[in-house]
């Protein structure tokens, strides 16, 4: 058994494309219509056919209380793997990504938290 999607909700599925491609550097996979909003993914362009991050529209009523105290408490939706952190941050940093927390080191882990800009929180991770 392998993952093969997970999601993160967005508050708007356009900015999150925008974000999650042009800044994060993912690209776009899968875009279906479904009415007012989309069936749309974006994977690593390292693994085009690896897990599929579902930008997911967060109008379900349960969804915005669940991303306010997730980002009330700092806790990332996602965590995604870079070669490094610390060098990854600058880049971001550079294009204006906000972070809520710069690269810590943690034993053989180093991390950063950022604000995606669709409502959630998202941290970067290398490990040794």
């Not at 550097?25 to 693994?47: C, H, I, M, N, Y």
Request: hydrophobic residues 40%; glycine residues 8%; proline residues 8%.
């Amino acid at each position: 058994m392998k993952i093969h999607l997970s999601s993160v909700f967005v508050d708007d599925q356009d900015k999150a494309l925008r974000f999650y491609t042009d800044v994060l550097g993912f690209v776009k996979k899968t875009e279906v219509p479904l009415g007012a909003d989309r069936w749309l993914t974006v994977v690593s362009p390292e693994a085009p056919d690896g897990t599929e991050l579902l930008l997911e529209p967060d109008g379900h009523p349960a969804v915005k209380p669940y991303k306010a105290a997730l980002v009330k408490d700092g806790i990332p939706a996602a965590s995604f793997a870079v070669d490094d952190v610390p060098a990854e941050f600058s880049r971001l940093r550079g294009l204006g990504v906000r972070f809520t927390q710069e690269p810590l080191a943690m034993g053989p882990v180093t991390t950063a938290v950022l604000d995606d800009t669709c409502g959630n929180l998202i941290q970067i991770v290398h490990s040794e």
